[in-house]
């Protein structure tokens, strides 16, 4: 019965087995937690059923990660999927991007692992190596107090070192289609004891890059395992692959609208061989905190960060013919903090979360509504407000037309003064000290 609800490098989580959490009910003064964040935040993480992290009977040592990460309470996906996941039950859930995906399954993930079985007990898949990268962090984080052994690994790296590092114990793999069934192929990766598969961007896991890939990767799977499929967009494929190998999923569906709420849409009309002149207006009249630039192509990416660095910006590019060594760099100093700008090709579309980023700007305009969705995906995370810009030019008019009526959204004209309140923190603090001073 389906119920509806409204790069190889080892990351090792490290656990001290000598030592043991504070039984005292005053544990939780004792951790780490970071500052609260006081931006606001709109109904697609607020709008909860009011259930704590305490309340799913969660390991202390993994409530220690929750909380040392900054979570607060369980975010809407949160709440309708861990305690299905922590019952065994098979997953299909569909929610907006930046809404608390990955700790919605990371967190029954590492509640289910049993640290003292030395055997690959979860597989979690993603379409990119830069999301695997983030994923595999998220992992680390999470359960740093719990002794959980966690290794990540994609194409374009070392396949020396990924097999050095299964002969020690492994409990949740993250990888990427291609490099974990090779894997698997050779002997090397024993999927026998893996109860739980989870595919994030599972809509572009189903697509025919990967599909083909994903069929053999499960008939090394175990027959009894957990499927946790998580996306933004369901296609005709994710349904198709629902039939077969999900048994009796639990459906979540938190898409009533697929835009998020606190981002704020705008297209500005211009002729092609006035794009730069136009970005470059936006750059100075806007307060970015981080932003990030998306073309169509490698080619216009590499020549539109050549011409902001010339400009005098602070400018990164990244995109999937560099060298992997290369994309790690930049994704890992741009996340840092290390540059405001980022210009860069739809690699960097898929689950790829920064907080800092306020403004994602569409110098190329998007042929499709799942690449302009993923692509404003990008600011705005987590229920914070964020700005997506769109260059349009006359080419581009049917398709911005389309793309308004499959996602139900507006994207309006830009006005001659953006209102900072819109996607700048500091002036939402300031709005809400000027309110409370009304009062």
């Given at each position: 019965?389906?119920?509806?609800?409204?790069?190889?490098?080892?990351?090792?989580?490290?656990?001290?087995?000598?030592?043991?959490?504070?039984?005292?009910?005053?544990?939780?003064?004792?951790?780490?937690?970071?500052?609260?964040?006081?931006?606001?935040?709109?109904?697609?993480?607020?709008?909860?059923?009011?259930?704590?992290?305490?309340?799913?009977?969660?390991?202390?040592?993994?409530?220690?990660?929750?909380?040392?990460?900054?979570?607060?309470?369980?975010?809407?996906?949160?709440?309708?999927?861990?305690?299905?996941?922590?019952?065994?039950?098979?997953?299909?859930?569909?929610?907006?991007?930046?809404?608390?995906?990955?700790?919605?399954?990371?967190?029954?993930?590492?509640?289910?692992?049993?640290?003292?079985?030395?055997?690959?007990?979860?597989?979690?898949?993603?379409?990119?190596?830069?999301?695997?990268?983030?994923?595999?962090?998220?992992?680390?984080?999470?359960?740093?107090?719990?002794?959980?052994?966690?290794?990540?690994?994609?194409?374009?790296t070392s396949l020396k070192e990924?097999?050095?590092?299964?002969?020690?114990?492994?409990?949740?793999?993250?990888?990427?289609?291609?490099?974990?069934?090779?894997?698997?192929?050779?002997?090397?990766?024993?999927?026998?004891?893996?109860?739980?598969?989870?595919?994030?961007?599972?809509?572009?896991?189903?697509?025919?890059?990967?599909?083909?890939?994903?069929?053999?990767?499960?008939?090394?799977?175990?027959?009894?395992?957990?499927?946790?499929?998580?996306?933004?967009?369901?296609?005709?494929?994710?349904?198709?692959?629902?039939?077969?190998?999900?048994?009796?999923?639990?459906?979540?569906?938190?898409?009533?609208?697929?835009?998020?709420?606190?981002?704020t849409q705008y297209y500005a009309?211009?002729?092609?061989?006035?794009?730069?002149?136009?970005?470059?207006?936006?750059?100075?009249?806007?307060?970015?905190?981080?932003?990030?630039?998306?073309?169509?192509?490698?080619?216009?990416?590499?020549?539109?960060?050549?011409?902001?660095?010339?400009?005098?910006?602070?400018?990164?590019?990244?995109?999937?013919?560099?060298?992997?060594?290369?994309?790690?760099?930049?994704?890992?100093?741009?996340?840092?903090?290390?540059?405001?700008?980022?210009?860069?090709?739809?690699?960097?579309?898929?689950?790829?979360?920064?907080?800092?980023?306020?403004?994602?700007?569409?110098?190329?305009?998007?042929?499709?509504?799942?690449?302009?969705?993923?692509?404003?995906?990008?600011?705005?995370?987590?229920?914070?407000?964020?700005?997506?810009?769109?260059?349009?030019?006359?080419?581009?008019?049917?398709?911005?037309?389309?793309?308004?009526?499959?996602?139900?959204?507006?994207?309006?004209?830009?006005?001659?003064?953006?209102?900072?309140?819109?996607?700048?923190?500091?002036?939402?603090?300031?709005?809400?000290?000027?309110?409370?001073?009304?009062?």
């Amino acid at each position: 019965m389906s119920v509806m609800a409204t790069k190889t490098e080892a990351a090792i989580i490290p656990g001290n087995k000598n030592s043991k959490p504070d039984s005292s009910e005053n544990w939780k003064a004792k951790l780490n937690i970071p500052d609260k964040d006081n931006r606001i935040k709109t109904t697609d993480v607020t709008a909860t059923k009011g259930n704590e992290f305490e309340d799913y009977c969660l390991k202390r040592e993994l409530l220690m990660g929750i909380f040392e990460k900054g979570y607060e309470n369980p975010s809407p996906i949160q709440e309708e999927s861990i305690p299905v996941a922590l019952a065994g039950r098979d997953i299909l859930a569909r929610a907006k991007n930046g809404t608390g995906k990955t700790a919605a399954y990371m967190i029954p993930l590492l509640e289910r692992i049993e640290t003292a079985q030395n055997a690959i007990q979860a597989l979690i898949l993603v379409p990119t190596r830069e999301l695997a990268l983030q994923t595999s962090q998220e992992c680390k984080v999470l359960g740093k107090h719990l002794d959980v052994q966690a290794m990540v690994t994609t194409g374009g790296t070392s396949l020396k070192e990924d097999i050095m590092r299964l002969y020690n114990k492994v409990n949740v793999i993250v990888a990427t289609p291609g490099r974990i069934l090779d894997l698997m192929k050779k002997g090397l990766a024993d999927m026998s004891k893996c109860k739980i598969l989870v595919m994030d961007e599972a809509d572009k896991l189903l697509s025919m890059d990967f599909k083909n890939l994903l069929e053999d990767i499960i008939s090394y799977l175990p027959s009894n395992r957990q499927i946790l499929l998580y996306s933004a967009t369901f296609p005709v494929s994710v349904k198709q692959f629902r039939d077969i190998h999900l048994m009796k999923p639990y459906e979540i569906n938190l898409m009533d609208e697929l835009t998020l709420f606190g981002v704020t849409q705008y297209y500005a009309y211009v002729k092609e061989k006035h794009k730069v002149h136009c970005l470059n207006t936006l750059f100075n009249k806007l307060e970015i905190n981080q932003a990030i630039v998306f073309c169509n192509s490698v080619k216009r990416v590499e020549l539109l960060a050549k011409k902001l660095i010339e400009l005098g910006y602070s400018c990164f590019y990244i995109h999937a013919r560099m060298a992997q060594a290369y994309r790690n760099r930049v994704f890992h100093d741009f996340r840092q903090g290390h540059c405001r700008n980022l210009v860069c090709s739809d690699l960097f579309t898929r689950g790829i979360d920064v907080q800092s980023v306020n403004v994602v700007v569409n110098f190329d305009f998007p042929q499709n509504a799942e690449t302009y969705l993923h692509r404003i995906g990008r600011s705005g995370r987590f229920g914070h407000l964020g700005l997506a810009i769109n260059m349009v030019t006359e080419d581009d008019e049917e398709d911005l037309c389309k793309i308004e009526k499959e996602l139900g959204t507006e994207i309006k004209p830009i006005p001659s003064d953006i209102d900072k309140k819109l996607y700048v923190a500091e002036y939402q603090h300031q709005q809400r000290l000027q309110q409370a001073d009304g009062k």
